[in-house]
């Protein structure tokens, strides 16, 4: 059994405390629910960092993948983006290298004080020289390097099984596999006739993941790549795959968490998403958008955080930051910031939907107050992005109210004439 939920099955460890306090939870909750599977603690021992704690009753987490690819393979600007991500307040990293000295770059990630996941398949791929020819040796080898080398997450696409095979033939969709960890794993079943290894060796990945304590995020391989695909077989095979995985996984001990289910129509958000709390018995869920829209390439950052904030309003926990990049090009550091930054928006929003009362929301009760006495300099310390809001303001020269209203500020205007309220408490 993983130590922490072992720790939090008859205790209240320090963890659960240090938890508690960031959080604004009751430490007994917090281990409660660690011990339940509902609360992820990504934290591999053979390295320290600051403490994210993902699921039940915590704010919303927003991750951020970098990564080279074979086109284009800088491993310093991958540093540098992971940096600013880090530093425009970006929760976990994903290193999804594929090109390039890849143990050599993931070193350099690991180095920061973050979370870290990676996704092994890639890595796996790259040494094979192709997917049909990874096996299973090689792929669990890859997956303990990484669990060695310090990595706090794991993306393992365990769900594409034959049976996922078998959905996408029936019921073909219009961009067959998007994920590129889940076409992995379809080629190689397709070209070997054998079931996926982490499907067929499931109890063995169990036991490893608990041995290096490490958390297994099930990786979502048939999320649709388009609207048209969005009830397309496949993706429902592969939920009620995760479910019965998640519930096995927590049997053996196992920190594990959900991925899903990338385009789909907004209206569609809230029940993917309750599906998945539900065959995954609340398990925490991690989220790439979702994608609301395919008809906005350049500002699919904009897209997947409309999708993300109605996701966590919902239940989900995890978003992954979308660039405005994405199904366009590698970003460069620009796009990982503006990316992170509207991410970063969305899960603030639906921290305030899943957790009125909280800290979240005392915060906006204290901007509406600042902004009532025009208190630029509390306003922006309130921002969740003060640096980018005072440049804003003081690019006029220094006014009282802003430049839009000036004189006719209704603020300055109405003020005096009506009464002040009391405080508000959210709570």
Not at 75 to 90: D, M, N, S, T, V
Not at 290 to 295: E, G
């Amino acid at each position: 059994m993983h130590r922490l939920i072992e720790d939090c099955l008859g205790s209240v460890p320090e963890v659960a405390h240090a938890i508690a306090r960031d959080e604004d939870l009751v430490p007994r909750r917090v281990a409660r629910a660690i011990a339940r599977g509902r609360i992820v603690v990504p934290a591999n021992p053979r390295r320290e960092h600051r403490l994210c704690a993902i699921g039940e009753g915590c704010r919303v987490k927003v991750n951020v993948n970098i990564g080279t690819s074979g086109t284009r393979c800088d491993p310093a600007l991958e540093l540098e983006k992971a940096e600013a991500a880090l530093a425009e307040g970006a929760d976990a990293l994903m290193d999804l290298s594929t090109g390039g000295d890849l143990p050599a770059i993931r070193r350099s990630i690991l180095a920061l004080d973050a979370p870290v996941g990676t996704v092994p398949i890639y890595e796996a791929v790259r040494r094979a020289g192709n997917a049909a020819d990874v096996d299973a040796d090689l792929l669990f080898r890859v997956i303990r390097e990484h669990c060695r080398e310090g990595v706090d997450f794991l993306t393992l696409h365990c769900g594409v099984n034959q049976d996922a095979y078998r959905a996408l033939v029936d019921d073909p969709r219009v961009m067959g596999v998007v994920s590129r960890g889940g076409a992995f794993h379809t080629v190689m079943m397709a070209e070997r006739g054998e079931e996926n290894p982490l499907y067929a060796e499931f109890d063995y990945l169990c036991e490893l993941l608990v041995e290096h304590g490490v958390v297994l995020s099930l990786g979502d391989g048939m999320r649709p790549g388009c609207q048209s695909d969005a009830e397309r077989l496949a993706k429902a095979t592969e939920y009620l795959t995760l479910g019965r995985l998640a519930k096995k996984a927590l049997g053996s001990g196992v920190e594990r968490m959900i991925e899903g289910p990338g385009h789909i129509p907004l209206d569609q958000v809230g029940y993917n998403v309750r599906m998945l709390k539900e065959l995954t018995d609340d398990a925490p869920l991690y989220l790439l958008g979702p994608l609301v829209t395919d008809l906005a390439p350049g500002y699919d950052h904009v897209v997947g955080a409309i999708g993300g904030a109605v996701a966590c309003q919902h239940g989900a926990d995890f978003l992954c930051m979308v660039s405005p990049a994405e199904h366009l090009a590698l970003p460069d550091r620009d796009d990982i910031v503006e990316g992170t930054r509207v991410a970063r928006l969305a899960a603030h929003i639906g921290t305030l939907s899943r957790l009125p009362g909280g800290r979240a929301s005392r915060q906006e009760v204290r901007m509406g107050d600042a902004r009532r006495r025009l208190d630029w300099d509390e306003q922006f310390q309130l921002a969740l992005f003060p640096a980018h809001a005072r440049k804003i303001h003081e690019r006029d020269g220094a006014v009282e109210t802003c430049s839009m209203c000036g004189d006719l500020c209704a603020l300055k205007l109405a003020g005096d004439l009506l009464p002040t309220p009391a405080p508000r408490d959210p709570e």
